[in-house]
């Protein structure tokens, strides 16, 4: 089994910038594909970004290109989703997703295997 852990949401202004953590634990994978999804009120899940656990190479959303960046840090087991340029467009809560099937660069919700429990990102107008 394994479970992920997010950090690093909270309330921050339009223009704005946050940075999410994702911390796998259990029975991790070096194949693993890493993604950030996120959900809006009334809204279904979308496909925000991915990237390969080992590999330096990324997927975006367009809603979110040149605004987020995902990135690993293989030493201290964590995924990142910088968030910058932040819109009122972007509050939702946010999940990280980690998957071994499925494509190299997944965007459905259904090529992932495990899921944190979501922290909740608010951008005030």
């Known amino acids: 089994q394994v479970q992920l852990v997010e950090s690093g949401g909270g309330l921050v202004q339009t223009g704005g910038s946050l940075r999410l953590s994702c911390a796998p634990s259990g029975r991790t994978s070096s194949s693993f594909r890493m993604g950030w999804f996120r959900q809006a009120p009334g809204k279904e899940r979308e496909f925000v970004a991915c990237?390969?656990?080992?590999?330096?190479?990324?997927y975006y959303a367009d809603s979110v290109k040149g605004r987020f960046t995902i990135s690993r840090d293989n030493a201290k087991n964590t995924v990142y989703l910088q968030m910058n340029s932040l819109k009122p467009g972007d509050t939702a809560v946010y999940y990280c997703?980690?998957?071994?099937?499925?494509?190299?660069?997944?965007?459905?919700?259904?090529?992932?295997?495990?899921w944190g429990q979501g922290t909740q990102v608010t951008v005030s107008s």
């Open positions: 990237i390969r656990w080992s590999g330096f190479s990324a």
């Open positions: 997703a980690a998957g071994l099937g499925g494509s190299n660069y997944p965007t459905a919700s259904t090529e992932y295997d495990y």
